[in-house]
């Protein structure tokens, strides 16, 4: 049995910023088949004047060329921003999680290199599993907790099979300690040539325990190989997902679509939207190669050239990049772009899945955790400067 409804966005919708903006005529379809809700957006409920933007210059930027060693980066994996009062920036150089007010001041710093408890061989990423906690994951696949005053509690696998705990490919975490992470997959050795997938399960859980769950066999990865080797297929598509609001999402980017599932796996919501086309034409593929050649060393631009022009192109590019669910729920898509040069457009959806707007984020500048009054990230300048960064999240009435 079918239920279906068409809504205008002026009315009242259970929106992620509910009351917040003003919002333009648009049309949502709800339709509810088998328990599973499709909700499809024709065109996004912000208007040109509504919506939410980022200040035009950060509220904090945390980072020195030169100075005291606990302001000097190098290979940030990530920054979160808990209470909107503390900042810690994980920084893969040193191996060390470093603990900075909002005013930009240095705390404390803790990890480091080693094998002792609380110390690093490596560092993969910064993660927010818990609102009162600092979780680091590293490329063994182990998940490091620490308290926010930077004391040690535990080390824990993310997931296992029979043959003992493995690394993962991509992982995410909510702050109520559900997770979602796939495996790096493999075609096996050599590598096929041509255009081809990786493929590994994903499997969904709860920290301390682990993923458990098994929600099936998904394409992890699109590469293109050649004489044995592979690369990952610039237009290629990979499986991304994120945690948040009790819900995972999970999309492999093959048109405007994207899954909703529960705790336990269990399908509840398919998110659509009309978007641009994703066609691939030769005009598409002849800007990307012209761009990708500009961006080497002019002894290799010819083979460069050559490489690309002998590449399969796939007839349609990936809708989307990323996935990344807010302090208050709000799921927010990175749109794909395969020239690298232009600022950042994030797509946002509200907690029901309705289509709200976009938002631009300056290039050079990566998205690593959003609360409901800040974006945060790193920023990258030309120079390879890197600063852990805050801008100011306005939300236009």
């Known amino acids: 049995m ?52 980022v200040g035009p210059e950060p509220a904090l930027r945390i980072g020195e060329v030169v100075g005291a060693p606990p302001y000097i980066f190098s290979g940030v994996v990530g920054v979160r921003l808990f209470g909107d009062s503390l900042v810690v920036v994980a920084d893969g150089g040193s191996l060390e999680l470093r603990f900075f007010d909002l005013e930009g001041r240095f705390l ?24 009162d906690s ?28 029979p043959g003992g705990p493995r690394p993962p490919y991509r992982f995410s975490c909510g702050s109520d300690g559900l997770i979602i992470v796939n495996g790096s997959g493999s075609r096996g050795f050599p590598r096929p040539d041509g255009l081809f997938w990786n493929r590994s399960h994903v499997f969904i859980g709860r920290l301390p325990q682990g993923a458990s769950v098994d929600l099936g066999e998904y394409p992890t990865s699109q590469h293109w190989g050649t004489q044995g080797v592979s690369r990952l297929h610039p237009f290629g598509r990979m499986t991304t997902f994120a945690v948040g609001g009790g819900e995972v999402y999970l999309g492999i980017a093959e048109g405007h679509e994207i899954r909703v599932y529960d705790s336990l796996g269990g399908l509840t919501r398919v998110i659509r939207w009309l978007g641009e086309s994703l066609r691939v034409g030769a005009k598409e593929v002849q800007e990307y190669v012209e761009w990708a050649v500009q961006r080497v060393a002019a002894g290799a631009q ?13 007839s349609t590019e990936p809708s989307y990049r990323d996935l990344f669910v807010d302090e208050a729920g709000n799921l927010w898509v990175l749109r794909f772009d395969s020239i690298g040069d232009s600022d950042q457009r994030w797509w ?37 400067v890197e600063r852990a960064t805050l801008y100011e999240l306005r939300k236009t009435q």
């Open 2 to 53: 079918q239920k279906r409804c068409l809504i205008l966005s002026c009315l009242l919708l259970q929106a992620g910023c509910s009351g917040e903006v003003a919002r333009s005529p648009s049309t949502v379809i709800f339709d509810d088949s088998a328990g599973v809700r499709m909700v499809t957006s024709t065109t996004p409920a912000w208007s040109a004047s509504s919506g939410w933007k």
């Open 134 to 161: 600092v979780v680091v994951l590293d490329q063994s696949g182990g998940l490091t907790t620490f308290s926010l005053d930077g004391e040690f509690t535990r080390r824990s696998p993310v997931y296992s099979t």
């Open 348 to 384: 946002v959806f509200d907690k029901a899945g309705m289509w709200l707007g976009q938002i631009s984020l300056p290039h050079g500048f990566m998205l690593t955790d959003v609360t409901r009054n800040f974006v945060v990230g790193i920023e990258t300048d030309e120079l390879g």
């Open 302 to 314: 010819p083979g460069m050239r050559r490489y690309l022009e002998e590449m399969e192109w796939p």
């Open 108 to 131: 404390r710093s803790v990890g480091g290199e080693g094998g002792g408890p609380g110390e690093f061989q490596s560092m993969e990423d910064l993660l927010g599993c818990y609102p």
